[in-house]
């Protein structure tokens, strides 16, 4: 079975601090692994994918696969980064087709 | 670029009432999926089409069916709508190829529903 730990609901923080969003996996397999982001009221979109190892909007996220971990962090937050962060693990079904579990997400408050 | 596009934005049914909820998706994907959206419960998968023609249950499957119409169409249904089913509802697609587990998944803008 595969699940996605995120143990903070919210997560308030002052502009220029640091954020670390939590995020643990349970996986038998090779994982994939994706951070999405939702602003107000509007779409879930995808903010990175460990595969790609980029940053966006300054976000970074390590897979550490001895840990099961992927947080997602940020050196300084800014106001714009409120909103709700889900990780989601990305695996295949029998048949070979894709299936994504997502936890249950973070609300990051990023506080003038 | 439309997307994905999911009709209504809102909507508010009485219990017992039955309603659709259509999405579709421009991008040429074989993937598509249905989603709930709950506080505290994050995203919960209702149903999937990993390709046309095909359509399985999720996680949370139980008063709902799905119609995989076209490549583009995936509507959800609910029969005799309940409380229990106020949500958020979000439809998704991916590229959906086979064995390859790292497809980004692009989401509609979701739909309001409450049931009185």
């Known amino acids: 079975a595969q699940r996605v730990t995120q143990p903070e609901k919210l997560l308030s923080v002052f502009k220029g601090a640091p954020v670390e969003l939590k995020c643990n996996y349970s996986?038998?397999?090779?994982?994939?692994l994706f951070w999405y982001v939702q602003y107000s009221r509007q779409r879930l979109q995808l903010l990175l994918r460990h595969i790609s190892r980029e940053s966006i909007k300054g976000f970074t996220a390590d897979l550490n696969k001895g840990e099961t971990s992927f947080h997602l962090k940020k050196p300084f937050a800014q106001e714009e980064d409120s909103a709700m962060y889900y990780c989601a693990l990305s695996g295949l079904y029998s048949g070979g087709y894709q299936k994504v579990t997502f936890g249950t997400g973070t609300k990051l408050q990023v506080i003038p | 670029n439309a997307g994905v596009t999911q009709t209504p934005k809102f909507q508010v049914l009485k219990t017992g009432q039955s309603m659709t909820l259509q999405c579709a998706q421009d991008m040429n994907h074989n993937s598509m999926y249905w989603y709930r959206q709950d506080p505290g419960m994050g995203l919960r998968l209702i149903y999937y089409s990993a390709s046309e023609g095909t359509t399985d249950k999720g996680e949370v499957p139980n008063g709902y069916n799905v119609s995989r119409l076209n490549k583009r169409e995936f509507s959800l249904r609910l029969e005799s709508a309940a409380p229990s089913q106020t949500s958020v509802y979000f439809c998704a697609s991916s590229e959906g190829r086979r064995g390859l587990g790292n497809q980004p998944q692009h989401f509609g803008d979701g739909t309001r529903l409450s049931i009185l």
């Open positions: 996986y038998s397999g090779s994982p994939e």
